[in-house]
């Protein structure tokens, strides 16, 4: 009887065995994160929650900021999507921000660990303390579609610190807001529960953003 002989993987096989390992790192990370915040989380709880060695994490992350940098990526890149569904083509400043609050809120309530990572962890909050040329490439992108949406309703040209300061302000009422309603209701009844204050607060970000 011949012995079998074991084909060697193709290219192709193993950068989707490998593009699942790392997906499957990042997952448990997400989740690891939720639970016990980035800072005292450590590289063993990772590779144990994703059932992997250590030495598979760092075969695809140098170290764990690598690992937050690229879930804060992806979930930036993911609200950013979010926005430009919720918003569409808005026809005033006020529908604009409207649109700007719902893809917040909407992203979130459905997307809870990525909620910790960007909110809790304040940082989309960290925008308004930080130099321009100190921004990384996922806020800028999130910056950049905050000012297009508002772009054809205020005045001209449009203030970048503004820009940034509404989009700190649209995070801290949406973080502060969820980070208690979230616990007690479920999605429909903070949705409802949050008219109120929407109202006042665009309200305000109108006034701010139209002020030459």
Request: proline share 5%.
């Amino acid at each position: 009887m011949n012995d079998m002989v074991t084909q060697p993987d193709s290219p192709n096989r193993t950068q989707r065995r490998a593009s699942k390992t790392r997906n499957r790192l990042l997952k448990a990370a997400l989740s690891v994160f939720a639970e016990n915040g980035t800072d005292a989380t450590t590289i063993e709880e990772i590779t144990q929650r994703a059932d992997v060695g250590k030495g598979t994490f760092y075969r695809h992350f140098a170290d764990k900021n690598e690992i937050i940098s690229v879930l804060i990526e992806q979930c930036v890149d993911d609200l950013v999507e979010a926005i430009a569904r919720t918003a569409g083509q808005p026809r005033s400043l006020q529908e604009a921000l409207d649109g700007l609050v719902n893809g917040h809120v909407e992203f979130f309530l459905s997307r809870q660990e990525e909620y910790i990572l960007l909110f809790q962890g304040r940082v989309l909050l960290r925008l308004d303390r930080q130099v321009a040329n100190d921004i990384e490439q996922p806020y800028i992108a999130y910056l950049q579609r905050v000012e297009e949406l508002v772009r054809p309703f205020v005045p001209q040209p449009v203030d970048s610190l503004k820009v940034r300061r509404l989009a700190c302000a649209v995070a801290g009422f949406v973080s502060g807001y969820l980070s208690f309603a979230m616990i007690t209701m479920e999605p429909q009844a903070v949705r409802e529960s949050m008219e109120p204050m929407r109202g006042a607060f665009l309200s305000g970000m109108v006034g701010f953003m139209e002020r030459p």
